[in-house]
T-cell receptor, first 115, second 113 residues
Framework: ETGVTQSPTHLIKTRGQQVTLRCSSQ?????VSWYQQALGQGPQFIFQ???????GRGNFPPRFSGLQFPNYSSELNVNALELDDSALYLC??????????????FGPGTRLTVL | GEDVEQSLFLSVREGDSSVINCTYT??????LYWYKQEPGAGLQLLTY?????DMKQDQRLTVLLNKKDKHLSLRIADTQTGDSAIYFC?????????????FGRGTSLIVHP
């Protein structure tokens, strides 16, 4: 148990729709990162939020957006879904300022299927 | 750009040692990590090594880093069936503290009784 939860566990959408995935971080963690893990691949960094502002982004288009809230929850929003967006979406939280090596905790992920 | 390569599969017998290998391209990497992912679960940080270290041991886990060859390995002693999982190597280059790791594709470890 990492103390990081995600919802929903599974989700099925159709192409062109919009989706919101949710993450609840460990209490006190001020940084949350989102990753996309396609089948058979390693996680790909989408973006990171620190104190409710985006402060790092991977190679993902603007239709991937996020929000971080003061209550340690966060959202990943994906607009205009494409078939290739089907993947496991992972969030990870940590407390920035502490050693980055041992404080990033992953949630179990949300499996998104786009038909 | 950054790239992390791993072999895709490793099969061992219970009780033997497992060695999972990884190569990376970014010579400025500061930390290198090993994560474990069990079916249906997120990633669990197993261990890490700072780039100025050659070796780190943590119970059954031994990490070896050859910075000259940009090669990282994870040795699991006395491998158990519960060690069956996918193991990911990851690196973080110095990015001003924003900590953006690059992961390999993962090595699927299968442990036979």
């Amino acid at each position: 148990e990492t103390g990081v939860t995600q919802s929903p566990t599974h989700l099925i959408k159709t192409r062109g729709q919009q989706v919101t995935l949710r993450c609840s971080s460990q209490s006190g963690h001020n940084t949350v990162s989102w990753y996309q893990q396609a089948l058979g691949q390693g996680p790909q960094f989408i973006f990171q939020y620190y104190r409710e502002e985006e402060n790092g982004r991977g190679n993902f288009p603007p239709r991937f957006s996020g929000l971080q809230f003061p209550n340690y929850s966060s959202e990943l929003n994906v607009n205009a879904l494409e078939l290739d967006d089907s993947a496991l979406y992972l969030c990870a939280s940590r407390s920035a300022g502490a050693a980055s090596t041992d404080t990033q905790y992953f949630g179990p992920g949300t499996r998104l299927t786009v038909l | 750009g950054e790239d992390v390569e791993q072999s895709l599969f490793l099969s061992v017998r219970e009780g033997d040692s497992s060695v999972i290998n990884c190569t990376y391209t970014d010579s400025s990497s500061t930390y290198l990590y090993w994560y474990k992912q069990e079916p249906g679960a997120g990633l669990q940080l197993l261990t890490y090594i700072f780039s100025n270290m050659d070796m780190k041991q943590d119970q059954r886990l031994t990490v070896l880093l050859n910075k000259k060859d940009k090669h990282l390995s994870l040795r699991i002693a006395d491998t158990q069936t519960g060690d069956s999982a996918i193991y990911f190597c990851a690196e973080t280059p110095p990015t001003g503290g924003s900590y953006i790791p690059t992961f390999g594709r993962g090595t699927s470890l299968i442990v036979h009784p």
